[in-house]
């Protein structure tokens, strides 16, 4: 563990990690991620236009692996159907997530350096079994209850905050400043540095800035950064009395009091990184989905008992994580393929969550949707999202609070989607707030 700072050191919250990605490739286009293979949806273009769902289905109806053999990510398959990728994550011991096989993303184990702090999201069983049930009991329905009230108010401000009959991005206003809002609630984070969590999950979760290789100590140093920070909260915190937050319950817990600091330190990042991306783009993924399918919104407008499957539906729509990724422990045959020990496999949840096998009309958002729950969205088995209770329970009050107010969000500017192949969602957008 490094040594402690004497004094707080000054966090920045830019350039961001899009920022500096952006101005490196003007000026060294040769970096330019190079996509040759027709099959390879590691292309961040096709998420940042939107044109990546005829790609998936014409791979879906064909088959439910496809392999990659070039790539700026090496050679990997595609699992692109619901089915296939329910069956690799249900046998964890042959498909791995841990580091040593090569981590979560499609990113090679190389070009993740810096980010391989240890956190359960990338360990096998047992480790991974004992480290989810320290942080579990944060998420069950009684401390949904206990935060329900304070997520809701902390809404209700936001939402009463707004500017009528003018245009503002969604994305700042609302989605971030909720979702840092929620994550410092749970976590006793200190509110003024909120922002500090959105710009780390950034420069954290940016898979394309990782491949390039110039920019691999920009992205450490503000890891570390955010490293440092975290070990100066955990010594600060450890010296307290025990709180009902989650820092305070992994700092007091038993199970924890076990953990190497490096491996809190990762577990805690974990949430933080994991908890934020996909909130933040399913709230803004919620508002675009009802601006471009109206007659949904207004179903939600007269129907408020709607709300919960809405949650669902939206969540399913949007998939803000477009993928994770194991890796073979083994020669194995699957569905009819022969895959060798240590292939990259890249679980498609984006593609899972628009299997026409599973969801009728799957590219239409249907709140009525009587198998939305089916979604992969948050995953499947061992490594299903641990978050995903709280995640439904901003999602929800968002809705609540929104009708409420009878407020009527419409895009009225810009829309900019994430260039990423792994973050699925909003950079901007702008929108204007009515009455119903
Ligand atoms: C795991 C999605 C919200 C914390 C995951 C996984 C996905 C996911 C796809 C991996 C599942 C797998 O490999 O099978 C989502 C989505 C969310 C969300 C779509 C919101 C809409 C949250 C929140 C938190 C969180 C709010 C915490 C504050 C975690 C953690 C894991 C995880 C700790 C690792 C679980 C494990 O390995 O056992 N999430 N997540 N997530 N998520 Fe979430």
């Known amino acids: 563990m490094a040594t402690i700072a004497p004094e707080k050191p000054v966090f920045h919250t830019s350039p961001t990690a899009y920022e500096v990605l952006v101005r490196h490739l003007e000026q060294h286009p040769e970096d330019t991620p190079k996509h040759t293979h027709p099959n390879d949806v590691s292309r961040s273009d096709i998420y940042f236009n939107d044109t990546w769902q005829p790609i998936f289905a014409k791979m879906r109806a064909e088959g439910p692996l496809h392999y990659v053999p070039e790539s700026p990510y090496g050679p990997y398959w595609n699992v692109v159907s619901n089915k296939a990728i329910q069956h690799i994550e249900a046998l964890p011991e042959l498909f791995s997530s841990s580091w040593e096989h090569g981590g979560i993303t499609i990113l090679e184990r190389e070009e993740s350096e ?212 194991r890796t073979a422990s083994e020669d194995t045959e699957l569905f009819g393929e022969q895959i060798k020990k240590g292939d990259k496999m890249v679980l498609w949840y984006l593609s899972a969550n628009r299997d026409e096998t599973v969801f009728e009309n799957p590219d239409k958002l249907d709140i009525t949707r009587d198998n939305a729950r089916r979604h992969l969205a948050f995953g499947y088995g061992i490594h299903r999202c641990v978050g995903a209770r709280l995640a439904e329970l901003q999602l929800r009050i968002l809705l609540e609070e929104m009708h409420k107010r009878r407020m009527r969000v419409h895009v009225a500017g810009d829309v900019e989607r994430v260039k990423a192949n792994f973050v699925h969602g909003f950079r901007k957008l702008e929108v204007e707030v009515t009455e119903f």
């Open 114 to 325: 810096g980010l391989e702090l240890p956190m359960f999201i990338a360990m096998d069983r047992p480790k991974h079994t004992g480290q989810r049930r320290t942080v579990a009991p944060a998420f069950t329905p009684k401390e949904m209850k206990r935060m329900d009230d304070e997520i809701r108010q902390r809404t209700g401000e936001v939402l009463d905050s707004l500017p009528r009959g003018e245009v503002f991005d969604w994305v700042d206003t609302v989605s971030i400043e909720l979702t840092t809002g929620m994550l410092a609630i749970l976590f006793g984070f200190p509110w003024e540095d909120r922002r500090l969590l959105t710009y780390w999950s950034d420069w954290a979760g940016d898979t394309e800035i990782a491949t390039v290789k110039d920019l691999t100590s920009e992205r450490e140093k503000v890891l570390h950064e955010m490293g440092a920070y975290f070990q100066q909260l955990w010594m600060k915190r450890s010296q307290e009395e025990p709180g009902p937050d989650l820092i305070s319950m992994m700092i007091h817990s038993p199970a924890m009091n076990q953990m190497e600091p490096r491996e809190f330190m990762g577990n805690l990042i974990l949430l933080i990184v994991g908890g934020n991306d996909t909130t933040r783009n399913t709230m803004s993924g919620i508002i675009h989905g009802f601006d471009k399918f109206p007659d949904q919104r207004k179903l939600f407008e007269e129907q408020p008992d709607l709300i919960p499957n809405a949650v669902q539906e939206c969540i399913r729509y949007q998939t803000p994580l477009a993928h994770m990724r």
